[in-house]
């Protein structure tokens, strides 16, 4: 294991957790997600960069500018002109900043006295008007953590992104219901010092956001970005961690891949390597013959390498688990839309001969010690793609280069992009500044909303819950159901049961249970209060319900017969077995009575409640029993 206190560990975390408003932050169209078939318009743009929106040019969208993409964009009847950056936003939705100011209350942070939007240029086409807006909301707080306190820097409350739903290499299509949902972004300090910190941080913060019941939940509802330095690399910014569990991999690898970058820095120094020059070759005629079938594919393009002085076996190297050093060149021209990345530490296994190779390397006068890279593909692209390997090579002498990441799903990571510069914000003048009154603090203060573990503490404490069903129940989004349903004298225990376990397995077994809604459940424990029901009859009222919602509990259970049997007709159901069995029960005396149950309640289809069939069945036996 690495000592991550020695190699200097700093990372800190960026959340982006969407806000479940009723409205966008920016316009009045609901927060609803759309699938991309039940689109009803269309719009195509290119990247519209212009110098004077950038100030001085920034390297990300310089870099973004050169791929020349085009951006297609998916409307719906929920989307408006907004959206489509063909009106100017409306004011800022002042539910999405009562919310972005609890969660800055309840992490401690200061909450400015006037929030200004500003435009953040984004340069991947994610939104419509080529920025996204951003409003800072407050700073300086802190998390307290199992694992110790961490500072908060910022809070900004911002737009969300289109969301991406398909790319080639010529362009990317987009989805415009995800555009303008409200997020809050929270930035940590770059006070985490271990991976597995790192983890609980990042839990720490899901959890408080959920207890606070106003934000989205579901997958990529909350995405995580995480900052990595150790001291003598360089800032990594992972993009784009959804899954909890992943944390403390990225953070392990991020690590290893700066050390293992710096030991190929050392080894480069004391081989003396130079800084490479841009020296692109035409090969195609080496290839001319070939055996490898994306090399002949593209023979009719061109085959076009550089050399790399001194670099021989380094981008073979592995720099995190099944991740070789050349996987960074290939990450940076497939950028460029070129599919096919070979060097000369790895080939033989692409059909590419000893004999290819050996003429590849004298034609580009290469040295036992130089490593070749070629890309198959047309002239101007091939270029642009190993002008990108000469680049990412020029910073291997130096070690590990800023940039911005992509989570893989192994944790490992790909190169997006160069970090961004700093200079890319500016006054958004079409939205006013809100300026934030005491009162509307001091009513937020007054509302704050119980934290899980405070609320689990009041479980096991109010209602008598174990440690176990407090904790699901705290945790879950039907807590406040769950109180009010307990309110109407129902046992607690049974509330937690119905509402977690017996709907997970109404789920598993197909049951489209998302489509009951809490009154649902509070029509259903009415009438179990009231004896219309038993309780061994809730799973099929709900069963009903979650495929006739527009019914209520009390119609669905008229239609299943599910009226409580009285006494005396439970009697006569019982008489009627208790006969039937009567050998059997002279047998086995009270022994018969669980077995003797299960054909009774059978009978009763969760109609009646199973502790008075249970009493009277005994009755009945017992009675037999005596006869003799
Ligand atoms: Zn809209």
Do not use: W
Not at 505 to 527: A, I, Y
């Amino acid at each position: 294991m690495l000592d991550y206190r020695r190699l200097g560990l700093r990372a800190g975390l960026e959340i982006h957790q969407q806000l479940d408003t009723k409205r966008k932050l920016f316009c009045n169209c609901p927060t609803r997600l759309r699938s991309a078939d039940e689109s009803t318009y269309e719009i195509r743009r290119g990247l519209h960069l212009t110098e004077s929106e950038l100030g001085e040019i920034d390297r990300a969208a310089l870099e973004e500018a050169r791929r020349r993409r085009l951006f297609i964009y998916k409307g719906y009847d929920t989307t408006c002109l907004v959206e489509n950056d063909e009106e100017p936003p409306q004011p800022l939705n002042q539910e999405a900043l009562d919310v972005a100011l609890e969660v800055a209350l309840l992490l401690n942070m200061t909450p400015v006295n006037e929030v200004h939007t500003m435009r953040k240029i984004v340069i991947d086409g994610s939104n419509t008007s080529g920025f996204q807006r951003t409003a800072f909301v407050a700073s300086n707080g802190k998390i307290s953590t199992s694992d110790g306190d961490i500072g908060i820097a910022t809070l900004c409350l911002e737009e969300e992104a289109a969301q991406k739903v398909a790319e080639d290499k010529n362009g990317v299509m987009y989805s415009l219901d995800r555009l303008g949902i409200p997020l809050v972004e929270i930035a940590t300090k770059a006070d985490i010092t271990t991976p597995k910190q790192a983890r609980i941080v990042a839990e720490g913060f899901g959890m408080m956001l959920r207890s606070t019941g106003k934000v989205k939940r579901g997958i990529g509802t909350i995405r995580q970005d995480i900052n990595i330095s150790i001291a003598e690399g360089a800032r990594a910014e992972i993009k784009g961690v959804q899954a909890l569990n992943l944390i403390e991999a990225i953070v392990e690898r991020e690590v290893l891949r700066q050390v293992n970058l710096l030991k190929i820095r050392d080894e480069l120094k004391r081989r003396g390597a130079k800084r490479v020059k841009t020296e692109i070759i035409n090969v195609s005629d080496v290839f001319a013959s070939t055996k490898c079938g994306v090399i002949k594919k593209a023979l009719k393009k061109g085959v076009f390498a550089v050399r790399l002085p001194k670099f021989g076996g380094l981008v073979g190297q592995e720099i995190q688990p099944g991740r070789r050093f050349g996987a960074e060149f290939a990450d940076r021209a497939k950028r460029f839309g070129i599919g096919g990345v070979f060097h000369t530490d790895e080939l033989l296994g692409y059909g590419i001969t000893n004999a290819e190779v050996t003429t590849l390397k004298k034609r580009v006068h290469a040295a036992p010690e130089d490593c070749v890279i070629f890309v198959a593909g047309e002239r101007s692209k091939a270029a642009l793609a190993l002008e990108g390997v000469v680049e990412r090579a020029n910073m291997a002498l130096k070690g590990v280069p800023e940039e911005t990441r992509r989570a893989l799903e192994d944790g490992n990571s790909a190169y997006m992009r160069p970090l961004p510069g700093a200079a890319r914000m500016y006054p958004e003048t079409d939205v006013l500044p809100v300026p934030i009154s005491q009162k509307r603090l001091k009513r937020i203060k007054s509302a704050l909303p119980e934290l899980f573990p405070e609320r689990r503490a009041r479980y096991i404490k109010e209602y008598a819950l174990s440690e176990e069903f407090a904790g699901l129940m705290s945790r879950s989004s039907k807590a406040r159901l769950f109180e009010r349903i307990v309110a109407l004298g129902i046992s607690p225990t049974l509330v937690v049961r119905t509402l977690e376990a017996t709907t997970s397995e109404l789920s598993r077994e197909g049951v489209p249970v998302q489509s009951l809604k809490d009154e649902h459940f509070m029509e259903v424990f009415k009438l179990i209060k009231v004896n219309r029901i038993a309780k061994e009859g809730i799973p099929l009222v709900l069963r009903s319900l979650a495929a006739n919602p527009s019914k209520t509990a009390e119609e669905v259970a008229l239609e299943l017969g599910l009226r409580t049997p009285d006494r005396k007709e439970i009697e006569s159901i019982i008489d009627k077995v208790v006969q039937s069995k009567e050998g059997f029960i002279r047998e086995r005396g009270l022994r018969a009575v669980k077995p003797l149950m299960g054909v009774v309640m059978k009978q009763l289809r969760g109609k009646a409640d199973g502790r008075l069939v249970n009493s009277i069945l005994k009755e009945k036996i017992t009675a037999i029993m005596r006869e003799k």
